[in-house]
């Protein structure tokens, strides 16, 4: 099955991306299509100009990283389809500028990767592949990394894991289009030393550099990308719009994945121009009026995060409350903003975990188990959580929330440290 080949589609990261008739099949639906009209990273092209990669690249690219992972670990053709297949839709959730719709989709007690499986059983995906011979219902759950099959538990991990094919391809492929150079992995050594063991993937110790190099990447990517301050503050404005716009728009009413699917980043920017309520947020944004971060506080700790008290949004609310009395300000002035935040870029990577990534090593022709954080005090000294505080406002009141925000959180205000 894998080995008939379609085509190839050209990737400026790996050159010739070779796939399927079925793939071709599945490129062409209206719903893989969709992604092209889907940022990658909505907002970072404030920043970085360059970052107008769009979803589906990433799907494409984390489709060839599975596959690759795949060959590596199984010999079962259709496992490795499977795999593919997996990777090529991880994505077909994600709503109008990505994570950033997530805060919507709360409203129906969903994230992305519930209505990617409610696409993949639900859309002309399903057709395609019951006629291929593919159990929808277990390609679905595969797609999430959900798959419930105890003896093979490791193939759920090429999908989602600390060091999966998603993160393998996003971290190199957001790093080359930002220009952040913080991607510069040999991911492809990582992939060919990873393999099943004791039920899970572990990486081969003779590849932990390259693993350390990964690691250290996805923090940074973490740091200056993904939740670079500037960033989160175009993307704080755009969940603003979303939300506001949300009554007049129905942006979260969808009932069906056609109400879904017409749903991209054309249509709403469009639509949240157009609505009255969401318009002036829009217009500043087309003027590069953004928020301005008056306070932020920063660590990598070694216990539960402190982030995670913000994870109510009346939590949230009360503290924005608070500091917007001190600064003598409307509420509507101040923004809490911490990774705990539906609508950050892979909020997961502030977790790091590096005793989710279980190592080998070969004593002859034997697999042993061997511990990696004692292995490596790079790791070892990664192992945490990267905690971010910020609070943001307009340009006018940036001294005034800066010290407010201090005397409720504690720490120096962050305008205190930059030249006005």
Known sequence: MVRERWGFIKDP??????????????????????????????????????????RFEHSVGAMHLAGLMAENITNDENEIQSLRLAGLLHDIGHGPFSHIFEEILVKQGRNHEDITTWLVQSTELADILKDAGFNTGDLSQLVVGKLQKKTRTF???VIRSSVDADKLDYIVRDSFHTGAEYGS??????????EPFQGNLAVNITAITTLEAFLIARVLSFRSIYYHRVCRGVQRMLADALKIADEELGLSAFKNPDDYLNMDDY???????????????????????????????ESLVQDHPTIDLLDKESVRRQIEEEIAAKAKVN??????DSPILPSVPYRHSTQLDPMKIPGFAYIGKKKVAVDIVEL?????????????????????????????????????????????
């Open 267 to 297: 249509t709403t920017w469009t639509g949240l121009k157009q609505c009255k309520a969401s318009r002036p947020i829009i217009e500043r944004l087309e003027r590069r009026e953004l928020l301005k971060c008056a306070y932020t506080v």
């Open 13 to 54: 990261l790996y050159g010739y991306v070779a796939i399927t008739p079925l793939e071709k099949r599945i490129i062409d639906t209206k719903v893989v299509q969709r992604l092209r009209r889907l940022r990658q990273l909505a907002g970072a092209e404030f920043v970085y100009p360059g970052a107008n990669h769009t």
């Open 155 to 157: 193939l759920n991990q």
């Open 376 to 420: 490596s005090r790079v790791i070892s000294s990664l192992k945490g959580y990267l905690d971010i505080i910020r609070v943001y406002t307009t340009a006018p009141f940036r001294q005034r929330v800066g010290k407010a925000a201090q005397a409720v959180l504690g720490g120096a205000p962050y305008v205190s440290g930059i030249s006005m």
């Open 185 to 194: 992995v040999d991911i492809f050594r990582l992939i060919y030393t990873i």
């Open 331 to 336: 509420v509507d002035k101040v923004h809490l």
